[in-house]
């Protein structure tokens, strides 16, 4: 997030710009708003009528830019006290609150400001809505936040580049899961033929041990038949033998 408190000095923005150019540009978020009305500062009008309000926000300004985001946000919480719907001070709160990692309610705060009339003012809410968005995880959302933003102004080269950005990221994201998909139904292809193979295997075992038993049980019917037929020449063999030997020799007399 920048300080936009001295815009006009855009070497100072693109400062921030070039150097999250490889990455999402959430490190110039649409930036902070003193409640003042400054010649040349801010491309949109903000109006501030309590000199006690202006004090806290520009305290809150400068504890911002020291990182001190606690204190900022509280400068700036006494001067929605002042004022409870001073959307330049929403916005701001939207911004610490972003910088503590809290993005639920720094979306909260930036959807306020989208109550603005002016629509410079509600393209900055998108932006940072976007970068929000994107932060939280939700990327899909971010998108239209920057799209959003880039009706509202057109020539919003930040949002143009998030924007782009974001789509990609959705693709990178996208790729890798088709690649697994494609991965794991190639997987499971190989298990389903390899169980294939293991059921042929199987089967064509079962049944050369049927063929195997049943080879056996011939073997055996032969083997019985075999001893049947020995058997029963050994007795005609026996019974032929004890006929002879039952004859009665008789001399001749001669």
Known sequence: MSLITTVGNRSVKNHFKSYFYLFLRDGFMKGLFFIAFLSGMLSLPVYVNAQAERK??????????????????????????????????????GNVLYKKNDYEKALESYQKVLNTDDPLFQSQAYYNIGNTLYRSGNLA?????????????????DAKY?????????KENAEPQSQGQQ????????????????????????????EMEQQ????????????????????EMQERRI???GSTFVEKDW
């Not at 049980?217 to 029963?232: N, S, V, Y």
Request: charged share 35%; hydrophobic share 25%.
């Open 56 to 93: 806290k926000v520009a305290e809150g300004n400068r504890l911002y830019s020291e990182e001190k985001y606690d204190e900022a946000n509280n400068k700036y919480q006494d001067a929605l006290l002042e004022n409870p719907t001073s959307l330049p001070v929403l916005f701001n709160v």
């Open 141 to 157: 959302e971010s998108i239209l936040a920057y799209e959003q933003a880039l009706k509202l102004n057109p020539e919003d080269q």
């Open 162 to 170: 998030n924007l782009e950005f974001v789509r990609n990221k959705l």
């Open 183 to 210: 991965q794991q139904q190639g997987e499971q292809e190989n298990a389903a033929q390899q169980n294939q193979e293991e059921q042929s295997q199987e089967e064509e075992e079962q049944q050369q041990a049927g």
């Open 216 to 235: 056996q049980e011939m073997t055996k019917e032969e083997a019985e038949r075999l001893l049947d037929a020995l058997k029963e020449n050994q007795e």
């Open 243 to 245: 006929q002879g030997e």
